[in-house]
């Protein structure tokens, strides 16, 4: 059976919002935690997009959960010398109680300072370097460096965890999935995707974790669950590579009339049937995940992890 973990939002909540809903996690039997890492939301309803690292600090104090960002892109934005210096005191601040989701990132938050966004193959090359530095880095070893995207000179993080950190690279399509494989220490994707999973285990995978995400929205009335996920998350359910070309939210918002409220409907799990809930969470593990993460849509967080604690994790236990 999968270890079941919660996703927290920080397009859409404050960040003491977010340190709150950890800990109701931790109550309801929630078993790890999962953070976004973005620089803007998708769309302005979501409105909201704080630090991550500033968010992790507060919730290393505020509950014991694992956490994992799920995913940072450390490639454009940020230089991964500087990520990894982030994610060595995430590790340190949890006892040792991090990963780090990478992945090759969309322009919505990466091409904030104008640098050209790459292409696809270019962004995992980039991804793989960018890896490459940080695991020299995480030795707490004087690291130098002259790569084709990046430059490190003298650069040596003195505050490391007794473990390196352990790097979990996010995958979709048959190219990322291969790097996961071959360099990453455990595989994200957001789909139930047996073919993906069968890919990073063949392909060198083996007993590494695969771990995998969804979004629900829990509500007593169904209707108004569909309308929460189309008003806040319908830029889930666009397809191809828009997600990783568009570059601001204004982008995102004029797509949404290509979003109806019966394509919500069909492809989101909304309201409260639990039987709905849980093969959701079962589509994972049947697919061979080891650890799936759930996030609740809108305001009724409450609602939520009650729900979860009382009705839905007691029926995905062994």
């Known amino acids: 059976m999968p ?43 979501q409105g909201e997009s704080p630090f991550v690292w500033s968010v992790i600090g507060a919730i290393s104090e505020a509950v014991s959960l694992p956490i994992e960002t799920a995913v940072t892109c450390p490639t454009v934005r940020i230089h991964p010398s500087v990520v990894a210096q982030a994610a060595a005191t995430s590790a340190v601040m949890t006892n040792g109680r991090f990963r780090l989701g990478v992945g090759s990132g969309e322009a919505l938050n990466e091409h904030i300072l104008g640098h050209i966004w790459p292409p696809a193959n270019v962004r ?24 084709a995207h990046y430059r490190v000179e003298n650069a040596r993080l003195y505050t490391v965890p007794d473990e390196p950190v352990q790097i979990d690279i996010s995958g979709f399509g048959p190219a990322a ?19 993906l999973v069968t890919q990073f285990r063949k392909g060198g995978g083996h007993a590494k974790p695969v771990m995998g995400g969804t979004k629900v929205c829990y509500g007593t009335d169904r209707d108004d669950a569909v309308r929460t996920v189309r008003r806040l998350w319908s830029n ?39 039987d709905e809930h849980v093969a959701e969470l079962n589509a994972f593990a049947d697919a061979g995940f080891d650890r799936v993460y759930v996030s609740q849509i809108g305001p009724d967080q409450r609602g939520f992890f009650d729900f979860y604690r009382t009705k839905v994790l007691p029926q995905l236990q062994p």
């Not at 568009?246 to 797509?255: A, I, T």
């Open 124 to 147: 995992l090359e980039m991804l793989e370097e960018a890896i490459l530095i940080m695991r020299r880095l995480f030795t707490g070893e004087e690291v130098s460096h002259y790569g």
């Open 177 to 195: 999935t291969a790097l996961a494989a071959r360099v990453g220490d455990g595989f994200i994707t957001m789909m139930p995707d047996e073919e």
């Open 236 to 274: 889930q359910l666009l397809p191809g590579e828009m997600a990783q070309i568009l570059p601001s939210p204004r982008h995102f918002e004029q797509l949404e009339p290509l979003v109806t409220e019966q394509m919500v409907s069909e492809n989101t799990v909304c309201g409260d049937d639990v």
């Open 3 to 45: 270890e079941y973990g919660y996703f927290l939002a920080c397009e859409e909540f404050r960040p003491a919002e977010l340190v709150e809903q950890a800990r109701m996690a931790e109550q309801a039997g929630f078993q790890s935690l999962w953070i976004s890492d973005h620089y803007h939301p998708w769309n302005d309803a």
